[in-house]
């Protein structure tokens, strides 16, 4: 059975930083497409980077520059570094994966939850 799990959300201060991170079991993910999304309080789910196989990123406009995203396919799990952390960062932050037909919706974005593999989520809490 595939399981994701994240960790690493809390509570920080504007300005701050925090470290998501997502471990998989189940199956191995080197050959899978790998994505964060988010889903703020009152708002649809939405991507906030994704990681493909060859290493090339597609990240939202509003997280460039502050969240880098990296695999470690040894220890079968992805990461996400948030700096500069704001406010209208407060969400609830989710691993996904996908692989064959499923990893063109999750480049996209598109990925649908009951499609791919999902993690629980982690909360993420940025106080002004």
């Known amino acids: 059975q595939v399981q994701l799990v994240e960790s690493g959300g809390g509570s920080v201060q504007d300005g701050g930083s925090l470290t998501l991170s997502c471990e998989v079991s189940?199956?191995?993910?080197?050959?899978?497409?790998m994505a964060w999304f988010r889903q703020r309080p009152g708002k649809e789910r939405e991507k906030v980077v994704i990681?493909?196989?060859?290493?090339?990123?597609n990240a939202a406009d509003s997280v460039k520059g502050r969240f880098t995203v990296s695999r470690d396919n040894a220890k079968n799990t992805l990461s996400l570094q948030m700096n500069s952390l704001r406010p209208e960062d407060t969400a609830m932050y989710y691993c996904?994966?996908?692989?064959?037909?499923?990893?063109?919706?999750?480049?996209?974005?598109?990925?649908?939850?009951?499609?791919?593999?999902w993690g629980q989520g982690t909360q993420v809490t940025v106080s002004s």
């Open positions: 990681l493909g196989t060859n290493g090339l990123t």
């Open positions: 189940g199956h191995t993910s080197s050959s899978f497409c």
């Open positions: 996904a994966e996908a692989s064959g037909t499923l990893a063109y919706a999750l480049w996209s974005g598109e990925l649908k939850p009951d499609s791919g593999y």
